[in-house]
């Protein structure tokens, strides 16, 4: 198991010393997860993408490190860019490369 770092041990000892409430989502905030979840999960359309070689390797190795399909990848990449919510991060392995 990975050692915790100063904030991680916090959070535990905080868990663990009951510090945290489980609460119930409003009806609204429900209805509105319920909402997002099943927009996401719908699959209406099929389109196709010609990629370069090269970025098609580099997303499926950045899906290998999600855990996931690229496929999945992909469609979460353009979900999250469209909706304002995608945060770049560098990929492992083009960091390790560097190194």
């Given amino acids: ?5 100063h904030f ?3 959070l535990l000892d905080a868990f663990e ?6 609460i119930s989502p409003s009806k609204a905030d ?8 099943t927009a996401t999960f719908l699959k209406e359309k099929r389109i196709n993408i010609r990629l370069s070689s090269p970025d098609l390797m580099d997303i499926q ?6 855990g996931l ?3 999945t990848l992909i469609a979460s ?8 919510r995608y945060i770049e991060k560098p990929s492992r392995l083009v960091h390790d490369a560097e190194l």
């Fill in 77 to 84: 990449i353009l979900h999250k860019f469209v909706s304002g």
């Fill in 61 to 66: 190795a950045r899906a290998m490190e999600e």
């Fill in 17 to 22: 010393q009951g510090e945290f409430k489980s």
């Fill in 69 to 71: 399909p690229y496929q």
């Fill in 8 to 10: 991680e041990k916090e």
């Fill in 30 to 37: 429900f209805t509105k997860f319920k909402a997002a979840a």
């Fill in 1 to 5: 198991m990975k050692k915790l770092d």
